[in-house]
């Protein structure tokens, strides 16, 4: 376990995750997406520390994703936990993903699934990512409360995460109450594409101050004109503390 971890958050403890594992629900190609090697390519060069994608791109593209870590997003289906995380492991994986939806009543099994993974994950000795969303994502405001979000991602530990990625609140002071609600890892996922480069850099910023360890940023890294600079200045900031100007400087 230990040596798979090190393998996705790294010496210092942190990590920069290209999330790619959008095409398995998006309804329309998307361009980032389209040709998964080219991006995989890119943003290894720029320095990300692990690529998350599916069983397919996983399967089709080994050699492209030789150079960083790997995650695999597994199904949240009890049925599929065993084979899913054997199969993960057949591909060289390095750890595992799932979603879990704390207090959504449309989907009363996405956290006692997420349970059963854990324990499978432990007894193979697989990193877990648990994605935490609660209420789901088409759950309003009172679903993303700092408050909430906080006992979502222990929710998410308490079910065996090795580490928990969901929402940021909004500013450093509000995303410590996360992080000091969860004794392992915590995580941003991206979100919808951003206005500019900036705002996804004061984001992570933000994230480290609050003592978050890493983003998983999938559409605003694929859908840039330049996925292997923007990685390169997001890889500044979580590695060499960086300031946001020095780091928009990567993208110029």
Not at 36 to 60: L, N, S
Not at 76 to 96: H, K, M, P, R, W
Not at 188 to 198: A, E, S, T, V, Y
Request: with cysteine; aromatic share 6%; hydrophobic share 40%.
């Amino acid at each position: 376990m230990k040596r798979r971890m090190r393998s996705l958050m790294g010496r210092d403890g942190r990590t920069l995750i290209v999330a790619m594992d959008h095409a398995a629900f998006l309804n329309k190609p998307v361009s980032g997406l389209i040709h998964p090697e080219e991006t995989i390519v890119k943003v290894i060069e720029g320095g990300a520390d692990v690529v998350m994608t599916t069983f397919g791109t996983a399967r089709q593209f080994k050699d492209e994703l030789m150079g960083c870590g790997l995650i695999l997003t597994l199904p949240n289906q009890a049925a599929l936990i065993e084979s899913t995380v054997e199969a993960a492991l057949t591909l060289g994986a390095d750890g595992v993903k799932c979603l879990m939806y704390p207090w959504l009543d449309s989907d009363p099994d996405s956290v006692t699934n997420a349970q059963r993974l854990g324990v499978v994950c432990d007894r193979w000795q697989v990193p877990l990512l648990a994605e935490v969303v609660p209420g789901g994502f088409a759950a309003g405001p009172d679903m993303r409360t700092p408050e909430i979000i906080a006992a979502g991602a222990r929710i998410g530990a308490e079910c065996g995460g090795d580490f928990i990625k969901t929402f940021y609140t909004g500013d450093p002071e509000t995303f410590r109450v996360v992080v000091d609600n969860v004794y392992v890892p915590v995580i941003i996922l991206g979100g919808p594409k951003m206005d500019n480069d900036r705002d996804v850099l004061e984001v992570v910023k933000g994230c480290t101050d609050a003592g978050g360890q890493g983003v998983a940023i999938g559409t605003n890294i694929w859908r840039h004109p330049h996925p292997d600079k923007l990685v390169a200045a997001i890889s500044s900031i979580l590695h060499d503390n960086t300031t946001i100007e020095e780091a928009l400087q990567r993208l110029a």
